[in-house]
């Protein structure tokens, strides 16, 4: 396309822009193909009045599909919000948990390796079929039992009656369940640990910091970009699960049922909630971030050092 | 002489012993003996027991398939056996295999191959049926296995494609400056973001009525893979951006060694930059292989051919096997060719096959790991 005015007449920056425009070419190809394409199809079905699936015909255009959505449909509303209740519960929980665990990871115990490799054993047997098999046999409920009158004795059991302990049970197990879905998040968090250069840590130790003081003004502003990837992860991660009620519903409607416009109008009132949950995310995180910014203004600072000490002993041979 | 000798070495060894212990000791209770350093002593011991309890929690899911998948029906019943079997039962694997492959077709074909050919011609020379028999082998062995030759196929080439093209990708985001790049980056954000199933309907629709490739790619591979080899597929954002942030790394001078060297952008680019990716690369497959060998949503919507079902689906004919009525059971186990014992489909099997189905991956993390490990370590992903 460019390359008709002739390799030699190009400066080195064009030929540089054109250098990356190849690199990213790819990408450009299968985001046009795979990605834009499917969007602007998708907007185009959910707002089709009559779609004929041979040959992909359409014709008119409706806001019916997403009236329906909110209006006529009474099972959407209530789907989507226990979907976003159940998500937005879990995410905090993952989040802090997994740090604590990386921060456990990465502290020096003797077989560290062989830890960080157990910690991620429950990511390999995945969200997949194999793990869902294991959870149906109520199996995160069995790992932290406490109804069986082993770690607690039957009459303090009795004392608290059975409806409280099953509660606290069935809060054990979702623990258990949210720590079994961490792998990616602890792998990511000690990531961001082991980027931390150790000389920071040595610096506020001989400032006399306290390990509590080194946890909230080292690790965490240090780690803050990752909370935000972690974070982002999470979200993205929980929202488009495999066990997520609500893609079960929308997926019914769009492959059993074959009604297209209502479920690509439901799937699209998904995502721009998702795409509304993690803006606000961006948006307070933005406040906290520890970015490179803060190194280009000390690096702004030194230059300034240096300016000042050349010109002082200049005036005092004066 | 020598018996003396050696009585007085080994003597020694436990004199040595006994004072390295006596020394290690010392040291250990003058370290721990103040307050402060029975606070630490105290503190390790808690983050060591939270280690392990942790640990056991995350180890929990395996332990229980692998322990379930060696019990006997009468272990699996008894409330006194909770983790060691009291015998071990291998054949629940060889039954959850068969049950996973199906119908068995190699014995019998072989038979019918060879009493037809001999029918035909019998002065056909044995060699050559022999040649043809070989060949049948190999084949009616790959079909008898083809839910886990598929797995396979799908997610090494998905792989393959997901790493080519992140990695290249990625080197592009990292290193050059050319119009749109804040706007193309946005969109690698945003394609992480989209969930799959938002546009999983326009896709499926674009992918029956697709032109290219023989045309109607609904129940064929192509949706799998193609999309990986242009950065897109199951997570393909996540890796450009792993290998963006890790190319940020390296230092300039050593491409501009080598183009000083002569040599030209792309020869760079493969010699030189990317194998010095290696342990982002590890990170890169791990993940991929990982989530497409687990995947069951796209896998389950595109693909629907019987015969071009993938492994981890299979778990679901087992478990429907298990829940069957007796009869039934004894039914499918004569369909399967199987001598029917008197306790042979139960949650032992059904677990014998999820540590069949997850095997692979474990197996490939388990050589991977320590490689994986250090990826994760210096892989430079900061998240920034």
Redesign the interface.
Known sequence: MKKKNGKHSLTLEKR?????????L??????L???I???F??VR?SLAQEIK?V??KMSGWTFDSYKRAFIVDTSFLPEFKDTVVFTLTRFPLTIILSLI?AI??N?N?KGR?F?????????????????Q??LN?G?ER???NINDGRIIPYNVLMYFGATIMDTVQTVFGSL?TI??GSG?QI??F???L??ISPSLYEAAKIDGATEWEIFWKVTIPM?S??????I??TL?DS??S?DNKL?GY??TY??SNNE?SY??AM??V??LF??LV?AIVFGIMKKYIH??EIEEVRKRERKHRVFTIEKAPRRTFE | MSVNTESSQSKKRLEGLLNNLALRWYLFKRKYSTFSGLKQLLLRIVMYLLVIGLAFVFVYPFLYMIVNSLMSNSDLNSSSVNWIPTELKFENFSVALDLINGKKTAEKTFEKFLTETLEADPDASMFKVRIDYVIRAIRIWFTDRKYIVNSTFVTVLATFGHVITCSFVGYGFARYNFPFKKLLFGLVILAFIVPTQTLIIPSYLTYSNIKWFGGNWINTYYPLIVPTFFGFGLRGALYIFLFRQFYLTVPKSLEEAARIDGCGFMKTYWKIVFPLAKATLVVAIVLSVVWHWNDSYETGIYVQTPSKQFLPPRIKSIISAANALPDQQQEMLRQLGLEDGEDTLNNAVVMAGATVISAPVLLFFAFAQSQFMQGIERSGITGE
């Open positions: 540089n822009q054109l250098k990356g425009l190849v690199f990213v790819p990408f450009i190809i299968g985001a193909a795979f990605f394409y499917p969007i199809f998708s079905i699936i040959g992909m665990i456990l990871l502290k115990i390796g830890f960080r490799v157990l910690f991620f054993i429950p990511f390999l047997l995945g969200s997949g079929e194999v793990m098999q294991i046999q199996v069995a790992v932290l258990v720590l079994w990616v792998l990511l000690l990531a961001g082991q980027s780690i970009p990752m909370m935000l990837l972690n982002v992860y993205v929202f488009t495999k893609l929308i997926r769009g492959f297209y479920a690509a799937s699209w998904y995502f998702i795409a993690v970015t490179n």
